[in-house]
């Protein structure tokens, strides 16, 4: 099936599930009607009723976190497609991507601007965090199940999920975030400390040797380029799979698009969340409505040509890798 029909199938599936029964319908007088002469009364009453309305949808996440998501993914990606060519320049397709925007100059050029963006995110996220912990005063945040802190439900997850995977046991009963949700959160702080900051020394070489020797830029280039190959090969292997490629999420998780779950996701996947909000009472304030289909598509376009990308960069890598 291509991209284009199974969007398309996607948008109408969405769209029957959004329709209710029509307001204008009149059930008593469709009630009145008597049956044909020549309809089956006996089959005609066993026809179950149409169910009206849809499955509820509980929101996951706000604009702010879909919006920074994004973000970071059009900068991921851009800081790779620029600095993948310039760590393997040697290479014939690393030259060909580098002369497509304009030469290597050029290619540095934009590395360095979509590392920029990454940095105003992740130093807007670190902002609206600290918010929340110093002024708001959420200790949730350090935490509890809304935080991403690791605590020992995690180690008890990871071991039950072995089990799982070995047929000695039930899958683990996942709170609102899995363990490898929160590998993949803090990856982004290791990453942004040694990418980034290698990044910086490679960036700014004169102001870091006035008090750094010189050796430090060859180590910096170094662990520069070794941990972006990393953080690539990880994010399109690893993250992809646990993200979209699973069988309860193939062939794309839209909930970063969306901001909501199903109510059966949430009941299946996450067992002991989807009970403890309906202890609190709490399901009813995270319902939400639908997005409209076009927000949709464009998200499911947008994450088609990211990971499309990201698995072209990774044979790419590979390639020079293995060459």
């Known amino acids: 099936m291509t991209t284009a029909s199974w969007i398309r199938k996607e948008s109408l599936t969405m769209q029957e599930t959004t329709d209710t029964v029509s307001p204008s319908a009149d059930p008593v007088s469709t009630a009145a009607n008597p049956v044909p002469p020549s309809a089956d009364p006996v089959s005609t009453a066993a026809q179950p009723a149409p169910v009206a309305g849809r499955q509820r949808l509980y929101r996951r996440f706000g604009k702010a976190e879909r919006i920074g998501h994004i973000g ?10 620029t600095g993948l060519p310039l760590l393997y320049s040697q290479e014939p397709w690393a030259r060909w991507i580098a002369h497509s925007m304009g030469g290597f100059e050029a290619t540095g050029f ?12 992740f130093a807007w996220h670190l902002a609206r ?4 912990i110093i002024v708001d005063r959420d200790l949730g945040m350090l935490w509890g199940p809304y935080s991403m802190v690791p605590q020992p439900r995690d180690a008890r997850d990871v071991y039950q999920n072995i089990r ?5 046991g039930e899958p683990p009963r996942f709170e609102r975030y899995t363990y490898w949700e929160k590998f993949d959160y803090w990856a982004v702080f290791w990453g942004m400390a040694i990418i980034g900051g290698s990044g910086l020394i490679l960036w700014f070489p ?3 040797t006035r008090f750094l020797p010189g050796w430090t830029l060859n180590l910096a280039s170094v662990i520069h380029g070794l941990e972006a190959v990393l953080a690539v090969g990880f994010i399109f292997t690893i993250h992809l799979f646990h993200n979209n490629l699973r069988a309860e999420k193939f062939p ?16 299946k996947e996450r067992p002991d969340e989807y009970e403890r909000l309906q202890r609190e009472g709490s399901l009813k304030e995270i319902e939400v409505e639908p997005v409209k ?11 088609v040509a990211v990971n499309l990308l990201g698995v072209i960069l990774v044979g ?7 060459g």
């Open 72 to 81: 970071l993914g059009i900068s991921f990606i851009g800081l790779a497609i």
């Open 110 to 121: 934009l590395h360095r601007f979509f590392a920029l963006v990454m940095i105003v995110l």
């Open 129 to 132: 965090v600290f918010r929340r």
């Open 164 to 168: 799982y995977f070995l047929g000695k």
């Open 206 to 208: 004169e102001f870091f």
């Open 252 to 267: 794309m998780d839209t909930v970063m698009f969306t901001g909501y779950v199903t109510e059966d996701e949430l009941r």
């Open 293 to 303: 289909p076009s927000l949709l598509n464009a998200g499911r376009i947008y994450g």
């Open 316 to 322: 790419l890598m590979l390639y020079a890798l293995l």
